[in-house]
């Protein structure tokens, strides 16, 4: 063969005890059309493995996801043994495409390993550190969509095949865009603040029917003061108040009210058997308690009847897994403590505690930071792409920014509406490579959202973003990356209008002082 396809499975391993072996008698692995099951009377598997005989194109080409949010590491490559690509795996041969991927809402963490002889899809089935406690229960773990040898540019085929994961993807009833105080305040705001910020934002979409939102980000809660923990107890700290009373105010300057929090983590005296670790920033709870999922539909409940329209959660990922998404999970997760129920996956329980923040928000908007866009999908509305932009350093933005955005757009509209990240209009980052960052955000058709101190825009700074969000507030088509094969940061763009060219690295060289002899 020399182009990509899939025969029946090569051969069937498990992981358990750390060893990859033969299932053994009590585990049934069962395939039913194109869905993937697994029982097991007594032994707890940590993995499932799935390999088949297959052999590449030479010059075969590689495209996958991030296990959440991305890192600046997104992107098309040569084959990589040991690079592990989740969810989806793309592949281009030549002037054809193929695509292996799992539908969205697993029950475990899927992935997928090329090499010169034969691919392999590896299904996590751990709950917490162990292997998964079936009991005789049948995990589905996922059911797989593919497609081969098909004639199409790879950007085209890529979003077409994305669609086919996500049977009913949730998006907003509108575009969303509007402002975020983290990228300049940092955590160091008050009401007072936040009011003028919103003062600012409303006057930036003055005379725009869909009005914008500002996002109160984290430093609003009762112990941020402290500078101690970001988590809860979820009130207002001296500094903002009543919560409901602030969102009232923010209402009355003509935006929509938006708020951080991490519903995992709190100072708060809870059950102990609600807390899977404990240190000096708080109790960081187990969500696979049930009373822990009333807990956080209960905060996310309250925070949307204090009148708050969007609720961005953060750091659940890394609250769950110990670890940030781009940290190799590999043997071990980052949390060590065993989680209260081990008879359902890693996966179940983040879809159950994803499904509790959606309950409790009702008819507000969920924005997930530092979640599984896998597992979101359907649920939340907006999706965080990648990691954190900045209002301090131009290349967090440029590597962590543009590359998530482009390297997941096609998932926007096919799971949820993709969001990039801010631009931090600030006097650290040079405007002139910021301004671009704000044009391509505006017409991507992705949410755009604004960390803009106002005292500090200038007049041409405050056109941009007039200019910025009457783009970003009417639908458009979604901007589309055209070197998205050849580079980590595309440059040309395709908009509604034509093709843009972005400079992204104009008199700037990353981490050196070689900037003045370039």
Known sequence: MNAFTLQQPLEIRVLMDNRWQKPPADVAIDWQGDALYMTAQTSAVE?????????????????????????????WSGMIYERVLPWYMAVREGEACSFIGAETGCGALIGFLADADGVTLLADTRAGNQGVALG?????????????????????????????????????????????????????????????????????????ENRPFMVVDDGWQLRADEQVTNGGPWIGNDRFGDMAEVACRMRETGVRPGIWYRPLLTTEEVKPSWIRHEEKAGRTLDPSNEEVLEYVRDVSRALAQQGFELLKHDFSTFD??????????????????????????????????YAAIREGAGDAMVLGCNTIGHLTAGLFEIQRTGDDTSGLDWERTRRMGINTLAMRMPQHGAFYACDGDCV???????????????????????????????????????????????????????????????????????????????????WYAPNTINIYWR
């Not at 110990?322 to 890693?346: C, E, M, Y």
């Open 424 to 506: 931090g209009s600030t006097q650290e980052v040079p405007w002139a490579l910021n301004s671009q960052w704000l044009t391509l955000l505006a017409h991507s058709g992705t949410p755009l959202f604004v960390s803009a101190d106002p005292q500090k825009q200038s007049d041409i700074q405050r056109a941009a973003i007039r200019e910025a969000f009457a783009v970003a507030s009417v639908p458009h088509a979604p901007a589309r990356p055209l070197d998205w094969e050849d580079t980590t940061c595309p440059s040309r763009w395709t908009f509604d209008d034509g093709e843009r060219r972005f400079h992204w690295a104009d």
């Open 47 to 75: 993995c499932l493995g799935i390999r088949w005989r297959t052999e590449f194109a030479p010059g075969a080409r590689f495209f996958g996801d991030a296990w959440e949010r991305g890192y600046g590491d997104l992107g």
């Open 136 to 208: 005789g229960r049948s995990l589905h773990i996922c059911t797989l969509h593919t497609a081969f040898n098909v004639p199409k540019p790879s950007y085209a085929f890529v979003c077409e095949n994305l669609k086919a994961l996500c049977a009913h993807p949730l998006m907003p009833s509108a575009p969303v865009y509007g402002g975020n105080n983290w990228y300049y305040a940092y955590g160091r705001s008050s009401r007072e603040q936040i009011l003028a910020d919103s003062a600012f934002i409303a006057e930036m979409a003055d005379g725009l």
């Open 320 to 353: 769950f897994m110990g670890d940030w998404g781009f940290v190799p999970h590999g043997d071990r997760l980052g949390n060590p403590s065993p989680i209260a129920d081990s008879s359902k996956t890693n996966a179940e329980h983040l879809l159950r505690l």
